[in-house]
């Protein structure tokens, strides 16, 4: 297997260029799958459980009961005792991680300055009323999804937390009961305290979040990765007014690399996303075709080492959906890089300061090549659920701040409001509000 060559970015046409960029949006919004997606919403907008039952039962071949769809209190006390004494320690260790990293966003808090004599203005900052946390369970289990997402809800103060998870295919619990939830999604859970969890098909989950069913509760926001099918359940359940953060998709990554870097090392990393499924996209970014060369000979030699199906998953996203970009130098990678807006970037150069102050558009960039992408999707405490098919440029990974609300707050005596008159004035008048202006003459007309 070699990586797909994208080609010399120099010599790309712009519709060359504009392919080599585009990556799982089509899939997103597919008519197709928006208008099946629709009618699932609708569904479960229109008889709550009932739909949740159905949608297991149709999507992941799971019967369970409308009153089995919350996870018990024992459940996740139970799952204390079947995870792996390494899996807790390194689920605390993760938790840890995240939690000192969100503490540090949440020290910055409500704050205010005199703007000028009399006029004092700021923000005050306050918790959504509620979340909730879609965490994927398709082609694996993913507790450190809710660790991501889970420990910077708690941090910013949500008071109601709700989690939706879809059960474990084809797993049953001890007691023989369809519909088992990996418990090591139940242990991090009971570490954050979060007690509201649901199993459920995942597009179905969402629409129960935004509407509220008999058994879950309705919240204000949603936040989670997923497939396709999950990120168009979140972008339609918005029109019904529930907030929905950015979209989070199949996983991506996207490596700047000079003739400095261990090109050993460099296939590894490129197989760390690629192996995630197979809508993954992992490209490498070069300025040295000896440095390619041999980056294809280890990535050869690792990929046939890696178990299937992730075999599969990684060669399909370095050589279908992804692959290697050759540039002229660091600053066109860089000009690469940005237009891209990678989920996960990770640059591997002499110069890592120089190509760091020239990058903008990505959800997280890891410097340096023992700064790993599976270190930072674990342990490292950065966000690592995080904006996907070029959202990076307009987004942000999920912390604390996903789970605030400002709110401006201002105080002004009359001697502020008397210099503003004559401003606010000058505005109510051009723009036709007499009662805006009498607010203001009112009280400062001289006694």
């Known amino acids: 297997m070699t990586i797909r060559f994208i080609g010399h970015w120099s010599k790309l046409g712009r519709q060359e260029r504009a392919q080599a960029l585009s990556r799982g949006l089509d899939k997103i919004f597919d008519p ?20 949740l039952v159905d949608a297991l039962a149709r999507f992941d071949g799971c019967e369970v009961e409308a009153g089995r769809l919350r996870v018990t209190d024992q459940e996740i006390e139970r799952a204390r005792t079947t995870v792996d004494p390494g899996l807790l320690a390194a689920i605390r ?47 694996g289990s993913y507790p450190s999804v809710l660790v991501q997402l889970g420990t910077p809800a708690v941090v ?80 339609e359940v918005q029109r ?4 929905t953060n950015m979209l989070l998709g199949p996983s991506e990554s996207l490596i700047i690399a000079d003739d400095s870097a261990d090109p050993r090392l460099l296939a590894a990393d490129l197989l760390n996303e690629a192996e995630h499924g197979p809508d993954s996209s992992s490209v490498l970014v070069t300025d040295s075709e000896p440095l390619l060369a041999a980056v294809q000979r280890h990535v050869a030699e690792q990929l046939a ?16 959906n992804g692959g290697v970009i050759l540039v002229r130098d660091l600053a066109e990678a860089a000009e690469v890089a940005d237009a891209y807006a990678p989920e996960h970037m990770q640059i591997a150069v002499r110069d890592e300061d120089w190509l760091l102050a020239r990058l903008h ?19 490292i405490g950065c966000p690592a659920s995080l904006p996907t098919s070029g959202f990076a440029r307009v987004s942000s990974g999920i912390t604390a701040d996903a789970f605030r609300k400002r709110t401006a707050v201002a105080r002004a005596d009359r001697r502020a ?31």
């Open 93 to 139: 260790d993760g938790i840890d991680h995240v939690r000192r990293f969100n503490e540090q966003i949440t020290g910055r808090g409500d704050w205010s300055f005199e703007s000028e004599p009399g006029l004092v203005v700021g923000e005050k900052v306050s918790p959504i009323a509620s979340a909730g946390l879609f965490v994927p369970s398709g082609k």
């Open 240 to 243: 019904y007014g529930t907030v």
């Open 361 to 379: 558009n990505a959800g997280e960039i890891l410097i340096g090549q023992y700064t790993t992408i599976s270190a930072a999707n674990f342990i």
């Open 305 to 320: 080492a890696l178990p299937d199906p992730r075999k599969g998953y990684a060669a399909t996203a370095l050589g279908v």
């Open 156 to 235: 910013a103060g949500v008071p109601d937390i709700a989690v939706v998870v879809p059960p474990v295919p084809g797993q049953r619990s001890a007691a023989g009961m369809a519909g088992e939830v990996d418990p090591a999604v139940l242990v991090v859970a009971a570490e954050l305290g979060i007690r509201e969890v649901f199993r459920t098909n995942g597009p179905a989950g969402v629409a129960a979040l935004a509407f509220g069913t008999e058994s879950v509760p309705r919240v204000r926001k949603i936040v989670g990765p997923g497939s396709p099918a999950v990120a168009c359940a979140q972008v």
């Open 417 to 447: 409001l008397t210099r503003m008159s004559d401003s606010i004035i000058a505005f109510t008048s051009h723009e036709g509000f007499p009662a805006h202006e009498a607010a203001v003459r009112i009280r400062v007309a001289r006694d």
């Open 32 to 51: 197709g799958l928006r208008t099946s997606i629709a009618a699932l919403v609708e569904d479960v907008r229109q008889r709550g459980d009932a739909a």
